[in-house]
């Protein structure tokens, strides 16, 4: 199957600061991207969608000023948390969807664990 | 809004049997329907994909099935084993293929 990459896999921070999160296609050109964000023992929840060349479309209540994300190019995906705080400590997953594969198909990442301090 | 519920939220069985986990969903204009194994701290690995117009997939000792018109699927695991604890996730992808919705999981719990 296409593999999905993340880095960090894990990243701790201070309150304030910001983080940057990759999340690469190796083995196939993602035209759209997701990120999902996961709180402990919840489930996965949409954050923003992304297609390649063109501005995120952010889901009702993810504030698109504070993640910020960039997709430049079919391979790689950023999501950039600004002014990091606590309560944005969680799980972050990203998949990508191609060409290839079952139409419609999302390919996940392994995740990165934020934590901000 | 698609709203996905999964039954039951944990679930702790001895080695060997044989059990049957649940997904419902809210509105079954679905593309498909997807089960996700996520080990603690860890990503999602695919297990099986439904297509819409699909009843079943199998692979191995898992079986899911698909009924659409009722809004249900199920995932049915044989002779279970220690290794297949984990949480189980069930996601639908809408017609646009632009939104994977998640279940809230089950969490298993096989014991030796």
């Known amino acids: 199957g296409a593999v999905v990459s993340q880095h960090p896999s894990w990243v701790i921070c201070k309150s304030g600061t910001s983080v940057k999160i990759e999340c690469r296609s190796l083995?196939?050109?993602?035209?759209?991207m997701f990120w999902y964000r996961q709180f402990p023992k919840q489930s996965l929840m949409l954050m923003a969608t992304?297609?390649?060349?063109?501005?995120?479309?952010?889901e009702q209540g993810v504030e698109k000023d504070k993640f910020l994300i960039n997709h430049a190019s079919l391979t790689l995906s950023t999501l950039t948390v600004t002014s990091a705080h606590p309560e944005d400590s969680s799980f972050y997953i990203c998949?990508?969807?191609?060409?290839?594969?079952?139409?419609?198909?999302?390919?996940f990442g392994p995740g990165t664990r934020l934590t901000v301090t | 809004k698609q709203e996905v519920t999964q039954i039951p939220a944990a679930l702790s069985v001895p080695e060997g049997e044989n059990l049957v986990l649940n997904c419902s969903f809210t509105?079954?204009?679905?593309?498909?329907l997807q089960w996700f194994r996520q080990d603690p701290g860890k990503g999602l690995t695919s297990l099986l994909l439904?297509?819409?117009?699909?009843r079943e997939q199998t692979s191995g000792r898992l079986n899911a099935s698909l009924d659409k018109s009722s809004g249900r699927s199920t995932l049915y695991i044989a002779a279970s084993q220690p290794g297949d604890s984990a949480t189980y996730l069930c996601?639908?992808?809408?017609?646009?293929?632009?939104?994977?919705?998640f279940g809230g999981g089950t969490r298993l719990m096989v014991k030796p």
């Open positions: 998949s990508g969807q191609g060409t290839g594969g079952f139409k419609y198909e999302q390919y």
């Open positions: 083995d196939f050109q993602a035209t759209t």
């Open positions: 992304s297609n390649e060349g063109s501005k995120a479309t952010y």
């Open positions: 509105d079954s204009a679905i593309y498909n």
């Open positions: 439904i297509q819409s117009s699909q």
């Open positions: 996601a639908v992808m809408n017609n646009a293929g632009n939104m994977l919705t």
